[in-house]
Every structure is written in structure tokens, then in C-alpha cells.
């Protein structure tokens, strides 16, 4: 499965508005790895993801949005949050 979810996060890998690039990936520094499955529909905007950071770090990230499915900041900005915090940490 993990191999299905596999992400390359880099910013020339690819389209910046797809999986990658977008939603928990837009808050992830370089050298990040990423597994991820977003989901967006007229009202709502998802992503799960497992993401291991270049200290070390690795977790576990699912946001769920209702009604705010155009508003494309809301999870890249929940993840960077959560990147910052951890990465206080080490």
C-alpha cells in the first residue's frame, strides 16, 4: 500500500496542483518523503498522510474540511503547524 501512496514532494517532480505538491505537501521542508490520498469534491477538501521529515520525524496527519472545499490553504496550513512542532522538538 505504501508503495501506491508514494509521493515525491520535490517541486520538479511534477504538477504543483496534484497530490504531491498540494494539500499536507505544500507545508513539508526538502528532503521530506511523503505517502499521501487527497480527496476534494464541490464541498470538501481532504488529505491523509504519513510523512517522515528530514530530522527524523514521523507522523501521521489526516484533515478533514466541510464546506471550504475552494479555500486550498486550510490543510497546508494545519500540516505546517504541525511540521513547525515537531521540528521544535529536535
Not at 505537501?25 to 464541498?43: D, F, H, N
Not at 478533514?64 to 490543510?75: K, P
Request: hydrophobic share 40%; glycine share 4%.
Amino acid at each position: 500500500m505504501m508503495e501506491l501512496l508514494k509521493r515525491d514532494p520535490s517541486p520538479d517532480s511534477g504538477n504543483k496542483n496534484d497530490q504531491a505538491h498540494a494539500y499536507t505537501a505544500l507545508a513539508l521542508p526538502p528532503g521530506s518523503k511523503l505517502w499521501s490520498k487527497a480527496g476534494w469534491t464541490s464541498e470538501c477538501r481532504h488529505d491523509a498522510a504519513y510523512s517522515e521529515l528530514p530530522n527524523g520525524t514521523k507522523f501521521v496527519l489526516a484533515t478533514f474540511t466541510m464546506n471550504h472545499a475552494n479555500q486550498r490553504e486550510i490543510i497546508p496550513t494545519v500540516a505546517k503547524a504541525v511540521v513547525e512542532e515537531f521540528n521544535a522538538w529536535k
